[in-house]
């Protein structure tokens, strides 16, 4: 049975960090490109980040370019969204997912207020 467990959202300050996990079960974690991806309230889905098996090759939007660093680690099947200088924009619920988008986290929520 596949699973993708979200963790390490809350509350964070403009300017401040957060650093979220997924957890990975179920399938060979290290065969697959994961992404990160975001809702804000109100809004659509946000592509984020992706990564591909080996770690190596990495992207991100515009919006995050800078800020934020996809990392992952395939001995703990563990996916990592580190997240800097964050700004209010920043929130939304976050969702890390497969590349090919065919598995999905529950995701965890992202506040960045003051």
């Known amino acids: 049975q596949v699973q993708l467990v979200e963790s390490g959202g809350g509350l964070a300050q403009p300017g401040g960090s957060l650093r979220l996990s997924c957890a990975a079960s179920?399938?060979?974690?290290?065969?697959?490109?994961m992404i990160w991806a975001r809702q804000a309230p109100g809004k659509g889905l946000e592509w984020v980040s992706n990564?591909?098996?080996?770690?190596?090759?990495?992207y991100y939007a515009d919006s995050v370019k800078g800020r934020f660093t996809i990392f992952r680690d395939n001995v703990k099947n563990t996916l990592y969204l580190q997240m800097n200088t964050l700004k209010p924009e920043d929130t939304a619920l976050y969702y890390c997912?497969?590349?090919?988008?065919?598995?999905w986290g529950q995701g965890t929520q992202v506040t960045v207020s003051s």
């Open positions: 997912a497969t590349g090919k988008l065919d598995y």
């Open positions: 990564i591909y098996s080996a770690g190596s090759t990495t």
């Open positions: 179920g399938f060979t974690f290290s065969d697959y490109v």
